[in-house]
């Protein structure tokens, strides 16, 4: 089963922010990542943060993460149609690339 | 830069039967990545290879899979013989040895087995 946790349905009307919230296990992750899968295709990487850190901006994207309680999240400014898909967090394990991924969140926008 | 490209895209085969998988990372990706990923679910790794080397197979299922890599560039996953419950996608994924280690999907192979 999955060590990373994650909502699985998410709604937003285009426009709004999005928050999409993870929680992992393993405190000792160096890297948390955040993909972005749409219909029929691999997962594309959107943004990662190193564990040192408690935020890191990338243009519309937003990622927080709570070293203390294990939490992680990724927030989408100005969310667009283009935006829905399956956003999937993962952290990293046992020389930093063994990814352990969460079930993902499906992310829907409406006008 | 060309991405990681797998072939073939979709896949049925009837239960008992082998199937093969193949990949080829971006230039320069020394470390190659096979994941299976059940519907609804996140992918789930099943081996990691570095260069030639098969440095985690601990999730491979290995009555059944096999995998190769042997001139450190593209690789083939074989099932032998499919099961109904093989049904996935097979993705396959690379990155530099280099933090972050940002790993690059390829589009994956869907599978059916009936």
């Known amino acids: 089963g999955e060590d990373v946790e994650q909502s699985l349905f998410l709604s937003v009307r285009e426009g709004d922010s999005s928050v999409i919230n993870c929680t992992y296990t393993d405190s000792s992750s160096t890297y948390l990542y955040w993909y972005k899968q749409e219909p029929g295709a691999g997962l594309q990487l959107l943004t990662y943060i190193f564990s040192n850190m408690d935020m890191k901006q990338d243009q519309r994207l937003t990622v927080l993460l709570n070293k203390k309680d294990k939490h992680l999240s990724l927030r989408i400014a100005d969310t667009q149609t283009g935006d829905s898909a399956i956003y999937f967090c993962a952290e990293s394990r046992g020389g930093y690339n063994k990814l352990i991924f969460g079930a993902g969140t499906r992310l829907a926008v409406h006008p | 830069e060309a991405g990681v490209v797998q072939s073939p895209r979709y896949k049925i085969i009837e239960k008992k039967q082998p199937v093969a998988f193949w990949c080829n990372p971006i230039s320069g990706h020394n470390t190659l990545y096979w994941y299976r990923q059940n519907l609804g679910q996140g992918p789930e790794l099943l081996i990691r290879?570095?260069?030639?080397?098969?440095?985690?197979d601990s999730q491979l299922p290995k009555d059944r899979f096999s995998a190769e890599r042997l001139k450190g560039v593209d690789s083939t996953l074989k099932i032998q013989p499919a099961e109904l419950g093989d049904s996935a996608v097979y993705l396959c994924?690379?990155?530099?040895?280099?933090?972050?280690?940002?790993?690059?999907f390829g589009p994956g192979t869907r599978l059916t087995v009936t």
């Open positions: 290879y570095e260069n030639e080397e098969a440095v985690d």
């Open positions: 994924a690379s990155s530099q040895m280099t933090v972050p280690y940002e790993q690059y």
